[in-house]
């Protein structure tokens, strides 16, 4: 006779596995080489590509350095951690025909081999796998930043020691050279970023190529891509490579970058390639004009003394989207000056706008992703100066900083309701420094009051289901009659009122030093 358990263990793996939803990830963006150097011995292996303190080349952060560090992510509470383009870059400096400008690929946005991983961040027993192993033994995921638009730049001076090469890109195997271009491998026609080798997007051949290369990838272990460059290729193109990418592994979730702060027709089409979700269709995108990049994201006034009705204004457009839900949300990133400026470029920040700006992005639609150093509120300008190393100094003055100790607490909390994951958003009031909005899914709702004043401030909301809710800053449990729910928010605080399941103690949990007190 077949015992109770052993029928019901049956069951259990007969059963298909839940539908993984990148949603319930927050993911941590780390530029590889300014993350941690873990071995010293892979910094300089040309001669004149690693400059300590020259921030336009390699400052020896590598895969060992990750891996010697999962924990600091970890526990900070992110699930996914996206590293730059892993892929080999030229073997040396870049300089320019003009001499007016001179740098290094330590940033893997300059393919010259897209096959191979670039000699400055493995090292023995810190291989791609075995990043990817650690990761996911952690329970993290990988997602790999890809480039399908270019390779590397071909406008050098004769003394570049990859000179006579400056036309060649490699991948698969195979080599195409811009200067000898018999196969079509690139495009001419216009317009191309900056100096780098442009693919052409209409040759079926490079669709192919691509999806072969990355495929592997893929099939390594890579939980996710972040597409590079979307604009510079066609429309067609993106959704092929999407749907093969797809065809060969289930739940793989990919999100792009286009360049906008306003055209939200352009930057939703994109979600719109395919019929479903970005998991197993189409792509998602990134959410550039709701960012605070210094200088350029839209937020960045509202977080620094601004109105939150702009917000209304970007939210306004979310039903052009696929499905919001699934947008990629951030603070800041590479690409322009840090939330907190430095040297002229973008302005400085306090904790307390950063805990306004932190609050706003894990409680509102979409997966928050946070750039490497916001948890030591790291200062940087524009492009090299945003990219500064963090190294084990900067991962240790974290553990003191109140932005790191705020980041566990909104992780914590974010992990612990499905509808601060998942759920459809509707505004509730937008006033000068107040904020609130609902959000449901699957029959849960939570309910998010933000306070950006220096003062405590009441909050309420109508029209609600009426029942038990869970507060999870606090861990208070009221009752909801009438539809009316109200409270007090402290000064840069958040309440986040959850009716459904919510799962662990998220308000064991410090906000920070300093934080969450009433003035």
């Known amino acids: 006779m077949i015992s109770k358990t052993t029928a019901l263990l049956a069951l259990l793996l007969a059963a298909p596995a839940a539908a993984a939803d990148f949603r319930d990830e927050t993911i941590y963006l780390a530029v590889t080489d300014r993350y941690a150097d873990g071995d010293p011995a892979n910094n300089d292996i040309y001669g004149d590509e690693y400059v300590p303190g020259n921030l336009r080349y390699y400052q020896g952060g590598d895969f060992r350095g990750l891996i010697d560090n999962l924990d600091h992510i970890k526990n900070m509470g992110f699930t996914a951690v996206w590293i730059t383009p892993p892929v080999m870059q030229p073997p040396g400096r870049y300089v320019n025909g003009s001499r007016t400008y001179d740098a290094a690929g330590y940033h893997g946005y300059w393919a010259w081999d897209f096959s191979k991983i670039d000699p400055h961040l493995e090292s023995p027993g810190a291989s791609y796998a075995d990043l990817i192993e650690a990761a996911h033994g952690k329970g993290l995921k990988i997602v790999q930043d890809i480039v399908l638009n270019h390779g590397h730049g071909g406008d050098t001076h004769p003394s570049v020691k990859w000179h006579r090469e400056r036309g060649t890109v490699r991948g698969g195997g195979l080599a195409f050279d811009y200067y000898a271009d018999d196969k079509e491998w690139f495009n001419r026609k216009g317009p191309a970023l900056a100096d780098l080798l442009d693919f052409n997007d209409e040759n079926p051949e490079v669709l192919k190529w691509f999806t072969d290369i990355y495929g592997k990838y893929r099939d390594l272990g890579v939980d996710a891509f972040r597409l590079d460059t979307l604009v510079w290729m066609k429309n067609d193109f993106w959704r092929d490579f999407a749907a093969e990418m797809h065809k060969g592994k289930k739940d793989f979730f990919m999100f792009g970058e286009a360049w906008t702060r306003d055209d939200f027709v352009l930057l939703s089409s994109y979600t719109r390639l395919a019929e479903g979700d970005p998991m197993n269709a189409g792509i998602s995108v990134l959410d550039m004009p709701l960012s605070s990049m210094g200088t350029w994201g839209p937020m960045e006034a509202v977080f620094k003394g601004g109105n939150y009705a702009a917000a209304n204004g970007i939210f306004k457009h979310d039903g052009l989207y696929g499905d919001a839900t699934w947008l990629v949300t ?55 100066d945003n990219r500064r190393l963090l190294g084990a100094e900067g991962i240790k003055r974290a553990k003191s900083d109140p932005v790191y100790h705020h980041l566990k607490k909104l992780n914590a909390m974010r992990a612990a309701a499905r509808p601060l994951r998942r759920g459809a958003q509707t505004g509730l009031l ?53 539809g009316a729910l109200s409270a007090r928010v402290p000064a840069h605080g958040l309440r986040v009122f959850v009716k459904g399941r919510v799962a662990g103690k998220p308000w064991r949990l410090p906000g920070g030093p300093e934080y969450g007190e009433e003035k």
């Open 430 to 482: 937008a006033a000068e420094h107040q904020y609130a909005f609902r959000r449901d899914y699957g029959g849960e709702t939570a309910v998010v009051f933000l306070n950006k004043d220096g003062r405590a401030a009441p909050m309420s909301a109508a029209g609600l289901a009426d029942g038990k809710y869970r507060e999870l800053y606090t861990g208070v449990k009221l009752k909801v009659k009438g």
């Open 330 to 384: 951030f603070l800041d990133n590479h690409d322009k000056p840090r939330f907190n400026g430095a040297n002229g470029e973008g302005t400085p920040a306090t904790a307390e706008q950063y805990f306004d700006a932190l609050n706003f992005y894990f409680a509102a639609r979409g997966i928050p992703c946070v750039f490497y150093g916001t948890e030591a509120r790291l200062p940087g300008g524009n492009d090299p």
